[in-house]
């Protein structure tokens, strides 16, 4: 069965420490990206990577990295600097010239 | 700078009628649109999309109009079913800029449609 495994779904966090949100994907897709979800304002775009060991930021970068060292693999870092982390954040994936992304199914980041 | 927008945060309507949720947005470089639906605590799945060459595109109970003079969208559903309530979230690309534009796709707000029994 092919999808995106995003991990954990809920994740707590105290101030000041980074987390490390999970995506993987087995459907052999080129591109993956990580969106943040808030209520009204839907899917902002935070960061991307076309292919493995390139990335470039998206819209809201600021206070967060990423890295994309496997094909099948495109974790988030939420670090101490991002100063409104508490969000639902989506990893999705995309393969060229199949046009439209394929979600995980979130995580959840609350700050404590 | 909100380019693509979704004005209305919410639709009611009742089963077997139609929905039409709408779509705006201003990049004129935007040449492929899509929309997907969205359950609480789970990620957007795809329903169905239109290149801007096309000012139509139908998938059964679905359907996407396009105004590209209006630079306006819309998703008709039709009939109207109880399981269609969901969040719903117009997306745009600019599909031929190429690049590191490829596959980025913007999204609007979301509207929520309640479809009543």
């Known amino acids: 069965d092919g999808g995106i495994t995003q991990s954990p779904k809920y994740l707590f966090r105290k101030e000041g420490q980074n987390v490390t949100l999970s995506c993987e994907q087995n459907?052999?897709?080129?591109?993956m990206y990580w969106y943040r979800q808030d209520p009204g304002q839907g899917l902002r775009l935070i960061y991307y990577?076309?292919?493995?060991?390139?990335?470039q930021k998206g819209d809201i970068a600021e206070g967060y990295s990423v890295s994309r060292e496997k094909k099948e693999s495109f974790p988030l870092t939420v670090t101490s600097a991002q100063k409104n982390p508490t969000a639902f954040y989506l990893c999705?994936?995309?393969?060229?010239?199949?046009?439209?992304?394929?979600f995980g199914s979130g995580t959840r980041l609350t700050v404590v | 700078d909100q380019q693509v927008k979704q004005n209305s945060p919410s639709l009611s309507v009742q089963e077997g009628r139609i929905s039409i949720l709408n779509c705006d947005y201003t990049?004129?470089?935007?040449?492929?649109f899509l929309w997907y639906k969205k359950y609480p605590a789970e990620g957007p799945t795809f329903l169905i999309s239109?290149?801007?060459?096309?000012d139509k595109n139908e998938d059964g109970r679905f359907t996407v109009f396009l105004n590209k003079s209006a630079k306006h969208l819309s998703l008709h559903i039709v009939p109207s079913q109880p399981g269609d309530s969901a969040v719903y979230f117009c997306?745009?690309?600019?599909?031929?800029?190429?690049?590191?534009?490829?596959?980025?796709?913007?999204f609007g707000q979301g509207t929520i449609l309640t479809v009543h029994p």
């Open positions: 990577s076309q292919i493995v060991n390139d990335f």
């Open positions: 239109i290149s801007s060459i096309k």
């Open positions: 990049n004129s470089m935007f040449d492929y």
């Open positions: 997306a745009a690309s600019a599909l031929n800029a190429g690049g590191t534009s490829y596959g980025k796709l913007t």
């Open positions: 459907l052999n897709h080129d591109a």
């Open positions: 999705a994936s995309m393969r060229r010239a199949v046009y439209g992304y394929t």
